[in-house]
Every structure is written in C-alpha cells, then in structure tokens.
C-alpha cells in the first residue's frame, strides 16, 4: 500500500516502511513540505511498532540535493532561519536516534542537507552513480543537517575537516573504502539490495537492534562507567525480550532463529505487521 505526503511517499512491505523523496523536478531538495512530511512519518513510526525496519531512498536520478535554494531567497533573516531549525530539532535527531534499523539507499546526488539525511541512517547502500558532497561552505553557510555530529564520528576529525573544508566529492567507491557505506552496486539495483536488508533486519530481533542504537549514540560524550551502565540496563531489557530468548535457542539448537515467530508466540503481537498476527 502507498500513502502520499507533500514530496514523500511511504510503501509498506510486511514489515518494512519503503520512505521515498518525491520532488523529482528539484532532485528531491528538503523543502518546507518535505520536512513536515519526514517528520509526519517519523512520529507515525515511533507509535506504530509494527514497522521493523525503514528504508529510505529518493525517486528519480539523484537521492536529495540538500536545502531548497529559492526558499532561502526569501527566508534568510534571523527568525525564519530559527523557527526552520526550531522544526529541525524535533525532526533530524529523532529520526538519526530511532529505535528501529534504518538503510539508506542512494542513487546520483547526496549534497548538503542530502548527505546529512543519508548519514541519519544506520547502512547505506549506494549506486555506482551516487555523488557526495558538503556544498555548505560554496553556499557560504556552516554544515547542518546534523553533519558536524554524525561524520566527525563515523570517519574523525580530520578526515571531515579535509572533506568539508576543501568542498570536496566522493563518489560511490570512496563512501564504500570510508566505511560509511556497505557496498556499491549497479543504480537498478539499488532498491532490491536495500529492501532485501531491510527485509532481513526487519525478522531480525529489530527492536533490541533499536535498542542498542540508543547506546551507540552516547559512547562519545559518556565516560567508560556510563557506558558500562548503560550496557547493563540496555542488557537488562534485551534479555527480557521474546527476541533473545529465541536467539539463544536457536544457537543452542543449532537452527536458525524466527525471531518474527518468537515475538507472536509470546503474544507481542503490537510488534509485528498486520500480515504476520495471529
């Protein structure tokens, strides 16, 4: 089933959430409408807990080509710039922190504000034709779009200041060798690769992966026995969970884990898709 938004469209398939940017004729830049949108979908999934896994990826040649230029003309004055980001904040950290698995998957530009989005998500994969890029400092802007936090993290500090600060470009091959994508394939392939690991995340134990995205988010501003408190009441709840008592099972088993079988089994069934209750 389909559900437009303004310039976003959302499919679901079991249990996965298909996120598609639908501004093709602006190369799917974040306008006004497609900031509500995003932010729409992102509350409609933190409620609705039979959504497993995400992917997220833009109709049309290029995945986002960052802010919406033409908006800028007209809103560049202190207030509008502050209520933007003001809707920013309840926007971008909540979709970066959510607590289920998210995969990106890019096809032709990724600038700006569009490689900020790409960065939101926990695996990215990428057609050969996917181009990275800041763009910030041509603008005359500083980087957003939670830029500043994910990527000094995910490559360090010097490898983002000589990225940002020498408006360079990667393309597909190099987000592959940085470690921030999985792999690079064929554009027409992109979607059937990101849908099939979102798939595979989806009847996984989705949501203790969820919960350990919490976890990894604070390990760069924790001290080491903050992180072991976390780890133990992250761990706490995990092994509460139908999840892991089928995963440790199956290993001892030595069968596969339905992890997807386990929640039903157990009555859990506002964690699973219509398609799958009992």
């Known amino acids: ?77 202190p207030w509008p710039v502050h209520r933007r980001f003001q809707h920013a904040a309840g926007l971008f950290p909540p979709l970066t922190a959510l607590n289920r698995p998210v995969v990106c998957g890019v096809r032709g530009m990724a600038i700006g504000g569009g490689l900020g989005l790409a960065l939101m998500s926990d695996l990215l994969i990428v057609g050969k034709s996917a181009k990275f890029s800041a763009g910030f400092f041509r603008l005359g802007v500083v980087p957003d ?30 987000v592959v060798e940085l470690g921030l994508a999985l792999k690079a394939v064929p554009d027409d392939e992109v979607d059937a690769e990101g849908i099939a690991l979102a798939e595979k995340l989806a009847n996984g134990p989705a949501e203790v992966m969820g919960l350990a995205k919490q976890l990894i988010l604070r390990s760069f501003e924790s001290s080491l026995t903050e992180m072991m408190q976390y780890e133990d009441f992250g761990q706490v709840l995990a092994m509460s969970s139908p999840e892991f008592r089928e995963g440790l099972a199956a290993l001892i088993e030595k069968r596969l884990p339905d992890h997807v079988g386990a929640v039903r089994a157990n009555g859990h069934n506002d964690g699973l898709p219509p398609s799958m209750k009992t």
């Open 1 to 77: 089933m389909i559900t437009s938004y303004p310039h976003l469209e959302t499919e679901r398939r079991g249990g996965i959430l298909v996120v598609r940017l639908d501004n093709v004729q602006a190369s799917n830049s974040l306008t006004r409408e497609m900031r509500f949108s995003l932010r729409d979908v992102t509350r409609t999934i933190e409620d609705d807990h039979t959504v497993r896994a995400i992917y997220l990826t833009g109709k049309g040649a290029n995945f986002c080509s960052g802010g919406d230029l033409r908006m800028l003309t007209k809103a560049a004055d």
């Open 145 to 174: 779009c939670l830029t500043m936090f994910t990527l000094p993290r995910m490559i360090g500090l010097s490898r983002t200041r000589n990225f940002l600060f020498s408006n360079a470009e990667w393309s597909a091959c190099d």
